[in-house]
């Protein structure tokens, strides 16, 4: 077999099916004119093409159909109707493929959900603060923030600081 030949084996049945780009087409048909064992070939393809198509003709021919659908049917009733499968077997089917990316989404979500809870906490005071106040024997009771125009108050020691916010800071 030449190299020619070789080559044009394969385009064969594409060219056949109509399916041949336009530049392998012009160049396989040229070959064609000239190559006789190619020719042969693709007369033989084309045989063999046309007797399939007789032979499942004459197979369609030889089958009713018209009971198919009382068959159907009749296996229908015979065997009820078919129940979904179990949630977990669902459940599987649909994210088990997936689990890595489920389960790295839901550590991002847990991480964030955590940082957002220490980053709303409210704050504690220190072990030195707390120290700090028992030695010296105060205590926070109270802080308001209501407009008491910078009023101190000492009760026993205790100290309550009315902070006001409205009033402009003054230097």
């Known amino acids: 077999m030449k190299r020619r030949c070789e080559e044009s084996v394969p385009l064969l049945g594409p060219y056949l099916d109509g399916e041949l780009p336009e530049e392998d087409l012009v160049w396989l048909e040229e ?4 190559c006789d064992p190619c020719t042969a070939r693709k007369n033989l393809l084309i045989a063999q093409a046309e007797a399939l198509r007789e032979r499942a003709a004459a197979r369609v021919r030889d089958v009713d159909l018209g ?4 068959a159907v049917f009749a296996r229908i009733d015979r065997e009820g109707p078919r129940t979904a499968p179990p949630l977990s077997v669902w459940g599987l089917e649909m994210w ?3 689990r890595a990316v489920l389960s790295a989404g839901a550590g991002v979500a847990v ?3 955590l940082a957002l809870a ?17 030695a010296t024997g105060a205590s926070i009771d109270e802080i308001d923030f209501e407009n008491h125009e910078g009023i ?7 100290t309550t ?8 800071v003054q230097q």
């Not at 070959?31 to 000239?34: I, S, Y």
């Not at 101190?152 to 205790?158: D, E, F, K, L, P």
């Open 67 to 70: 009971s198919v659908a009382d």
């Open 161 to 168: 600081i009315w902070v006001d916010d409205d009033s402009p």
């Open 152 to 158: 101190v108050m000492q009760n026993g020691a205790t």
């Open 118 to 134: 220490l980053f709303l906490a409210p704050q504690r005071p220190s072990p030195v603060m707390i120290a700090q106040a028992q």
């Open 111 to 113: 991480a964030g959900c």
């Open 96 to 98: 088990g493929a997936h």
């Open 31 to 34: 070959h064609l004119a000239d």
